[in-house]
């Protein structure tokens, strides 16, 4: 396989994996602020959260609903993967040591489906998001901060264009 041939494969493995946990978290985000879905909203994310022993339930609800919603539409626009995967891998964690502390069984709402979660959002975190982004596609450039010099930004701008160099 040519490299070429093999960074167009990894781009489209990245965009496939970006896509379909965009879908899973905008979903489980939707379900926890809103209600959609057969979901419960803040209110009654909190009183689960409550039941569990989770310190300031309504907090915690809205942050973990924000954290997975806006991470999914950052995971499905691109621009911002790596930054947005952070805090979803650490909601990932909590979730494991709070909710799913049933060892590796579906059965008793097991950790392996958020290990799983978390696992594949931290190599995003390593890996980058590819080349098929928003951003790139706009601009043709991986990332960009518009009119940003700040040493964070350049950092940033710098560790997604390495990501995906031809």
């Known amino acids: 396989?040519?490299?070429?041939?093999?960074?167009?494969?990894?781009?489209?493995?990245?965009?496939?994996i970006r896509t379909v946990l965009a879908a899973v978290f905008l979903f489980h985000g939707s379900q926890k602020l809103f209600g959609w879905f057969g979901?419960?909203?803040?209110?009654?994310?909190?009183g689960f959260m409550e039941t569990i022993g989770i310190p300031f339930p309504t907090l915690s609800a809205l942050l973990a609903g924000i954290t997975e919603f806006v991470g999914g539409v950052v995971?499905?626009?691109?621009?911002?993967?790596?930054?947005?995967?952070?805090?979803?891998a650490f909601t990932m964690l909590v979730a494991i040591a709070t909710v799913h502390r049933g060892g590796f069984s579906a059965q008793s709402g097991g950790m392996e489906y958020p290990l799983t979660?978390?696992?594949?959002?931290?190599?995003?975190?390593?890996?980058?998001?590819?080349?098929?982004?928003?951003?790139?596609?706009?601009?043709?450039?991986?990332?960009?901060?518009?009119?940003?010099?700040?040493?964070?930004a350049r950092a940033i701008v710098q560790s997604e264009a390495a990501a995906v160099a031809p």
């Open 39 to 46: 979901g419960y909203g803040i209110a009654g994310t909190a």
């Open 1 to 16: 396989m040519s490299t070429t041939t093999q960074k167009h494969a990894t781009d489209t493995a990245l965009f496939l």
């Open 117 to 152: 979660l978390g696992v594949v959002l931290f190599a995003l975190v390593l890996l980058g998001p590819g080349r098929f982004t928003v951003s790139r596609l706009f601009t043709g450039l991986p990332y960009r901060v518009i009119g940003s010099r700040a040493p964070a």
């Open 75 to 88: 995971l499905l626009v691109g621009t911002g993967t790596r930054i947005a995967a952070i805090p979803m």
